[in-house]
């Protein structure tokens, strides 16, 4: 993985900035967002419109019961974390070797390749939160969120994306990475079901553990997916080329408000974790 931070021009750091802030002149001229190459065209779009970004939510209707009609036994989401039982150690491994057939096989991050077809790293440890997605037996989609007050990948291999102090101290924080969706449920999608389901555990699971942000590092594409569902997102970076992407350090606000926003957004009426999967003493609050 390289990060190239002065190969993205002044041109498009500014522009990228601008847009990350909310900040970017709405009748900007349609050739300067052509010649930065930076922006989906959707994005362009939005930039170009006549509200701001952060105030955009995208209404996909009826997400779950998409999802349930999926599979035979519908979409279940589980959160694993130490000490492992039952079932999890398999879902774990399935993880593991789905994560490196992504990330690895079909994305290029070659320098996360082991002989052994299993992308685990220093930070699949006891710290971790494990969010995963089944349909039935399948795995369909996963990622991970390490407390900030642990060692976690944002502040050790991705620390130079982080100019600005966090928004918290860390022990209020945590790192969500290693999000992905299983390939062939993301085809002709926009926004696949079981994204908008690890979109809403995530939010569930963070309120109920008493985060107040959440950091990730992404490409703006993973920024435009979360504004669009009525987050809050604040960069704490200029972004800087990452294997030839565009990609920045940011935070997301956690609060009741934010997760009413992905739920009406995805259609997700009620929660989708377990109160067993909370902790104890926090199970009550996102009882269905």
């Avoid at 002149?25 to 970004?53: C, H, M, N, Y």
């Avoid at 279940?76 to 974390?81: K, S």
Wanted: aromatic residues 8%; glycine residues 8%; hydrophobic residues 40%.
């Amino acid at each position: 993985m390289t990060i190239e931070s002065g190969t993205l021009s002044a041109l498009n750091q500014s522009l990228c900035l601008a847009w990350l802030q909310g900040t970017f002149a709405r009748r900007a001229p349609t050739q300067i967002l052509e010649k930065s190459r930076v922006f989906s065209p959707e994005t362009a779009s939005w930039l170009l419109g006549d509200l701001p970004i952060f105030s955009r939510v995208t209404t996909v209707p009826n997400a779950l019961q998409r999802c349930r009609q999926l599979g035979g036994k519908g979409m279940q989401v589980h959160i694993i974390r130490a000490p492992v039982s039952g079932d999890n150690p398999r879902l774990l491994e399935e993880n593991y070797r789905l994560r490196h057939k992504i990330f690895v096989d079909l994305q290029g991050w070659n320098d996360l390749r082991r002989p052994d077809g299993r992308d685990i790293d220093d930070f699949d440890n006891a710290d971790a939160t494990h969010i995963l997605v089944t349909d039935g037996e399948e795995l369909v989609g996963g990622s991970r969120i390490t407390p900030l007050n642990r060692p976690n990948l944002l502040q050790t291999v991705f620390h130079g994306l982080v100019l600005g102090d966090l928004p918290a101290d860390p022990s209020l924080g945590a790192d969500w990475t290693r999000f992905y969706v299983r390939p062939d449920r993301r085809e002709g999608r926009r926004r696949a079901p079981e994204s908008a389901a690890l979109f809403c555990a995530m939010m569930e699971y963070a309120l109920a553990e008493g985060f107040t942000f959440i950091t990730f590092v992404s490409s703006l594409s993973m920024v435009e997916h979360g504004t669009s569902v009525g987050w809050r997102i604040t960069p704490l970076g200029a972004p800087v080329l990452v294997d030839g992407k565009a990609t920045v350090a940011a935070w997301i606000e956690v609060s009741e408000q934010a997760l009413y926003n992905v739920r009406r957004a995805t259609g997700m009426s009620h929660a989708l974790i377990p109160a067993s999967a909370l902790r104890r003493g926090q199970g009550e609050a996102l009882t269905a």
